[in-house]
């Protein structure tokens, strides 16, 4: 009989330890991915910054061309509509720079895709959310490029009808609405961005 006790409690002592092997590897396993899925989503952000530190330059040229733009564009002098154009230039090229940006976050994007693929409970919920917003931002970060590319080639189409003595005030509603889409697109992707960060922190509580 106690041969039998002593072999019950040895058993009992067996389970309880493989109870807690089992508890502390899946607990491992949660932080292990955990922890490599901040990895890959940091490689995001830090793209995302890069981007972002470059619109800014961005903005801040438009916004330069602009102010020559509002104080000359009546002038009827075709010097400062030179300026006006070369300036219009710059930001056509700065938008090509932006695109190559977002096409590097595209490519974190994707990689933090793949990181997410054989996650778990609450670190594969917010990796997937985090991804849907990660992909919200970069699509309407792509359509503020394109719609600040379309308010610039307006603009200089405008600029050549005033030249020739014809304004067109067609395209200055079609530059109008251009901007209002990028200023629309870019809070739609500072939102988005917004809740990004806030998944990715919740996925750091979990390391």
Not at 2 to 26: E, H, Q, R
Not at 72 to 92: C, P, Q, R, V
């Amino acid at each position: 009989m106690m041969d039998d006790m002593s072999n019950y409690s040895k058993l009992v002592f067996l389970i309880g330890c493989l109870c807690i092997f089992a508890t502390v590897s899946l607990a491992g396993c949660v932080n292990t991915s955990a922890s490599s899925t901040v990895d890959s989503a940091n490689e995001v952000v830090s793209s995302m910054n890069h981007y972002i530190e470059n619109q800014k330059s961005f903005d801040n040229m438009v916004g330069k061309n602009i102010d020559f733009w509002n104080a000359h564009i009546n002038s009827g002098d075709k010097t400062y509509y030179a300026f006006m154009n070369i300036g219009i230039n710059n930001e056509l090229k700065a938008i090509d720079g932006l695109q190559t940006d977002l096409e590097d976050a595209d490519n974190k994007i994707i990689d933090f895709s793949g990181q997410t693929v054989n996650l778990n409970g609450d670190v594969k919920t917010y990796a997937d959310q985090s991804l849907i917003k990660m992909r919200l931002w970069q699509s309407n970060m792509e359509e503020y490029c394109n719609s600040m590319s379309a308010y610039a080639q307006d603009r200089q189409s405008y600029l050549n009808s005033v030249e020739a003595g014809y304004p067109d005030d067609a395209l200055l509603a079609s530059m109008n609405n251009a901007k209002s889409k990028a200023l629309s697109a870019i809070t739609k992707a500072n939102n988005a961005r917004s809740d990004m960060n806030d998944l990715l922190k919740k996925i750091e509580k979990l390391q």
